[in-house]
Every structure is written in structure tokens, then in C-alpha cells.
């Protein structure tokens, strides 16, 4: 231990009172720091998954059609330039085999699956209500979905084994009093078809629990009367996070649109970063409340100890020691706040998510959802960090300045 050191740990014990509360209001900025955003980051996290579990990373929808216009170049000469701003877009694909194979060359792509989607509106024996049927290849889907993992009641090997089979929503299936083995009808543009409920999932979304029901792409054709062509094609990726970049590329390449996940649902994106902006805001007040209380607490030991800052200028210490000592306090503050908060937050982390929570509507989940990102605890200590130690600088300067002869004579400043 340097000699600094060692009278730093000396003025630190002739304020403990002091030092605890700067300790303790240390420990909570940085292990609330550290709960708030593993809270946040992990509902974000949760949804996240849930959405790429529901609709895909990527869909692939419109065919691309350029509008080109014709330019004079004088003397009789003309070209073609493609504009931007003319572009149009003509509904549907028309081609969904031949762009499925041509996405799967992609290396980030995991799967792709063609899905038919059209308005309907289903009966049951009790009552009527609104849909969305889709058209789906079950084999291809559940590569690009969690369809399989979302079953609540019967089985996905009933709706392989049946072209009469459907999957439906839980909350359709609420609505119209539905239980698998049920038969309900499903009307479409004066076409009405009878089919069996096999089984019955829940993604926890409700806008697509209460819509959406799935039953096989050939039942989907006849049934909307649309032989050929899907409305989009859904992909799953193995790095969902480079879908921007894949979805532009795929735009050029296919001359489709291609919407990645992170468009789609930029709304709720956006709500999620600012609660975890706002929340982050708020604990860190704990943090500037340390770094004030650090302050007072130098300001009043230099007032204490100027007799004893005298003997060790005297001594021969020079201002850079001094400055060093009382710097010295805060860092040890600061680096045992930082420990105990972090085992502080990695606890109370843990055990918030032991809490049951029970939550539908944009996903669905049981208990708190957290995630353990090393970031987290990084941003934490770096926070308290650069406050803490910022508000040290001003007493640990201002005892530096001080001259054994002006102590002496009593004109310290």
C-alpha cells in the first residue's frame, strides 16, 4: 500500500458517517442502474422474440415495377432513365417458388415460406365473427415461425393429416365457443367451406390470436379463388439484426419489397427505447445524488484537515499528492460501491425474476422478463464513475492549492 493510500484510508475513517451515505447512495445508483435496464432490455428482448416467432424476420410482398421515361439527347438520339420516384407496386407475388429458391441462396437465411392471406368470416354453431384466413405450407411455415411451440390444445400432426383441418387463435376460439374437434364454416367471396378445428395456439399477441387462422395452402387457393401467387413470403434469418441490410438487397436483387422486422414494428421499437432511456435517466439520479453527497464529504475533510495537509506539505509532499490522497477517497468509495451494487443488482435482478407476472395483449408471459447483458453493469460503474469522480475533483484541487504557511498564518483560502 502507498503512502498516499494509506492516509487516504486514514481521512476516510474521520468521516464514516459521511462516507457510508456517499457508499450506500453509490450501491443503489448503480445496482438500480443495473435492475431498470435489465427489466427493460428483457421485455424488449421478449417481445422481440415473439414477433419474429409470430410474422418472420423479413416479408417479401410487392413486385417492384420501374417507371422509366425517355430522355432526348439531341440529334435524333434518345435513352431511358429509370425514376426513382415513379415507382410502382403491383399487389402480391406472382412467382413464389421461384423467389423462395432464389431467397434461400442467401447465406442468412434460415427459412422461407409462402403464405396466401385473404379476409373471411367464420361460424360456428353459437355465433359469427371477422378473420383472416391464411394459406400455408405447415412444413415451410414452422421454419420461419414458432407456430409449433405456440399450440395450446391438439396437435400440428391433425392439421397435416387433414386438408380440412385449421389452427386457430385462442382468442377465436373463446369467441365462437370453439374446443379442437369442432367444426366451424369459413365464408369468402360467396365460397363457404366446413372445417375441423386440430388445433388451437397462442402467440400471446392478441391482434393475431383474435384474426388469424391457418389452415393448408391448397384449401387457401380454392377457397379465395386465387390458383396461383401468394400475398407475401415470410423469412426467418439466423442474424435477425442484419434484416435491414438483407432486406435491401433482396429488394435490388428480386425487384420485390422487402420489409425487415425492424421497420414493421419501429412503433413499439421506439417505445421501448425511450423507457429504457427514462429509466436509465431516472436511478442515475441515486448516482448524482452519491457524487453531491462525495462533495460535501471532501469539502468538509479539507476544512477539517488543513493543519494536517500543512504537515504533509511541509513534509515535502507536493500538490500532485495531495490532490492524488483525496482522490484516493472517492476511488475507494467508488470501487466498493460499484462491487456491492453489481452483486447488488445481479440479486435483486435474479429475484424479480422469480416474480410471477401474468401478461397478454403484444406478447405473453408468466413472470418479469430480464436479460443478463454485461453491458449493463459496464454503463453502471462507468456512470458512477464519471460523477462520482468529477465531484471529487473540486475539493481534491482546492486541498492541493493550500500553502503550510498560509495555514499557519490562518489566511488559507
Known amino acids: 500500500m502507498t503512502p498516499n493510500l494509506r492516509i487516504a484510508f486514514r481521512f476516510l475513517t474521520a468521516k464514516k458517517r459521511a462516507m457510508l451515505m456517499s457508499l450506500a447512495c453509490t450501491i443503489l445508483g448503480v445496482g438500480l442502474f443495473i435492475v431498470t435496464q435489465a427489466t427493460t432490455s428483457g421485455f424488449e428482448q421478449f417481445f422481440i422474440r415473439t414477433l419474429l416467432g409470430t410474422d418472420g424476420a423479413m416479408r417479401i410482398e410487392d413486385r417492384i ?24 407496386y ?28 385473404g379476409n373471411v368470416q367464420l361460424t360456428s354453431s353459437f355465433k359469427s365473427g371477422d378473420a383472416q384466413v391464411f394459406g400455408i405450407e405447415i412444413d415451410d411455415h414452422i421454419q420461419v415461425s414458432d407456430l409449433e411451440r405456440q399450440i395450446a390444445f391438439g396437435s ?48 400471446g399477441v392478441r391482434d393475431i390470436d383474435k384474426t388469424r387462422v391457418y389452415i393448408a395452402l391448397s384449401e387457401a387457393r380454392s377457397l379465395l379463388k386465387k390458383p396461383s401467387g401468394a400475398t407475401f413470403i415470410q423469412i426467418s434469418l439466423a442474424d435477425p439484426d442484419r434484416a435491414p441490410a438483407e432486406a435491401a438487397q433482396m429488394s435490388e436483387v428480386l425487384q420485390h419489397s422487402v420489409t425487415p422486422w425492424q421497420k414493421r414494428e419501429e412503433v413499439w421499437l421506439g417505445v421501448f427505447r425511450a423507457l429504457r432511456i427514462s429509466s436509465g435517466i431516472t436511478v442515475t439520479v441515486f448516482t ?10 471532501l469539502a468538509m475533510i479539507v476544512l477539517e484537515k488543513t493543519k494536517e495537509i500543512a504537515i504533509l506539505r511541509s513534509m515535502g509532499y507536493e500538490r500532485k499528492d495531495i490532490t492524488q490522497i483525496f482522490l484516493w477517497q472517492a ?17 435483486v435482478t435474479y429475484a424479480i425474476s422469480r416474480v410471477p407476472l401474468n401478461i397478454t395483449g403484444i406478447f405473453k408471459t408468466e413472470s418479469f422478463q430480464v436479460t443478463w447483458e454485461p453491458q449493463h453493469y459496464v454503463q453502471a460503474i462507468v456512470t458512477a464513475l464519471v460523477m462520482v469522480m468529477v465531484a471529487s475533483l473540486i475539493p481534491a484541487r482546492r486541498a492541493a492549492r493550500l500553502e503550510p504557511g498560509d495555514i499557519v498564518r490562518g489566511t488559507a483560502a
Open 65 to 88: 415495377q420501374d417507371t422509366m421515361r425517355s430522355m432526348s439527347a439531341g440529334r435524333g438520339s434518345e435513352f431511358t432513365i429509370r425514376q426513382k420516384e415513379g415507382v410502382k
Open 90 to 117: 403491383i399487389e402480391g407475388v406472382e412467382e413464389p417458388r421461384l423467389l423462395m429458391e432464389a431467397v434461400r441462396a442467401f447465406a442468412n437465411v434460415r427459412g422461407a415460406s409462402q403464405v396466401l392471406r
Open 156 to 203: 400440428l400432426a391433425k392439421f397435416r393429416e387433414s386438408p380440412s383441418g385449421a389452427l386457430i387463435g385462442r382468442v377465436i376460439a373463446e369467441q365462437l365457443q370453439l374446443a379442437v374437434n369442432d367444426w366451424f364454416v369459413i365464408n369468402a367471396r360467396g365460397e363457404s367451406r366446413r372445417f375441423r378445428v386440430a388445433a388451437i395456439y397462442e402467440t
Open 288 to 297: 448524482l445524488i452519491a457524487s453531491l453527497a462525495m462533495f460535501n464529504t
Open 331 to 347: 476511488g475507494i468509495v467508488l470501487a466498493i460501491g460499484a462491487l456491492v451494487g453489481a452483486l447488488f443488482g445481479a440479486g
